[in-house]
């Protein structure tokens, strides 16, 4: 199957700093990722969809100007998390859709990002 | 509004026997695509076995085989000879044909027993 890679694995930052997250299709081209965040013991929770060389869509209730997210390739879509505080501290999954497969609606998923903001 | 309905928060079987997670879900379209994912304790989500809509056919994977039923909006996961590494929580999940987003369940925990 398809393979999707996220970096980092893990990040420790101090409240108030910007962390970016990177997600990329290593062996496809993605013209839409999507991001996620989930809690412990809870499912995951669609942030945003993030599409090639336009804006990014937003689900209700995402801070548009708090999770900054850019997909200025056909493989790589960031997520930057400006100002974070310990609200922030969660974990963060990318995914996309291999659409020149012959099963383009199945999603990918990265490994995830572990975000602590002390 | 579209939902997926895992009923069972927590199960836990034998090693070596067969367990089935329930999922059910609600939709008003006629075409889409139905998916089990396992997130084992890495967080990495693992795609288990999708199943098409239109198929009537139930999709099997090794041990791993659903029972989709589309009148009742069923889309039930059997796995069998089940083994310590089967281990995680089992999403359910679909997508509208409509649409790219995918409509997770809130998951079952699945504990395998030696």
């Known amino acids: 199957g398809a393979v999707v890679s996220q970096h980092p694995s893990w990040v420790i930052c101090k409240s108030g700093t910007s962390v970016k997250i990177e997600c990329r299709s290593l062996?496809?081209?993605?013209?839409?990722m999507f991001w996620y965040r989930q809690f412990p013991k809870q499912s995951l929770m669609l942030m945003a969809t993030?599409?090639?060389?336009?804006?990014?869509?937003?689900e209700q209730g995402v801070e548009k100007d708090k999770f900054l997210i850019n997909h200025a390739s056909l493989t790589l879509s960031t997520l930057t998390v400006t100002s974070a505080h310990p609200e922030d501290s969660s974990f963060y999954i990318c995914?996309?859709?291999?659409?020149?497969?012959?099963?383009?609606?199945?999603?990918?998923f990265g490994p995830g990002t572990r975000l602590l903001v002390l | 509004a579209q939902t997926v309905t895992q009923s069972q928060p927590e199960m836990s079987v034998q090693e070596a026997e067969t367990v089935t997670l329930s999922c059910t879900y609600d939709?008003?379209?006629?075409?889409?695509?139905l998916f089990w994912y396992k997130q084992p304790p890495s967080r990495q989500m693992i795609l288990v076995i999708r199943?098409?809509?239109?198929?009537?056919q139930n999709a099997t994977e090794n041990r791993f085989s659903v029972n989709f039923q589309k009148a009742a909006k069923s889309f039930s996961l059997k796995i069998s000879d089940s083994q310590l590494g089967d281990t995680a929580m089992y999403f359910c999940?679909?997508?509208?044909?409509?649409?790219?987003?995918?409509?997770f369940g809130k998951g079952t925990r699945l504990h395998i027993l030696p």
């Open positions: 999940a679909f997508i509208p044909g409509r649409d790219d987003k995918i409509i």
């Open positions: 062996d496809f081209q993605a013209t839409t």
């Open positions: 199943q098409e809509a239109y198929k009537q």
């Open positions: 993030s599409n090639e060389g336009s804006k990014a869509t937003y």
């Open positions: 995914s996309a859709p291999d659409q020149t497969s012959g099963s383009r609606e199945t999603q990918y």
């Open positions: 939709t008003s379209e006629n075409n889409y695509y």
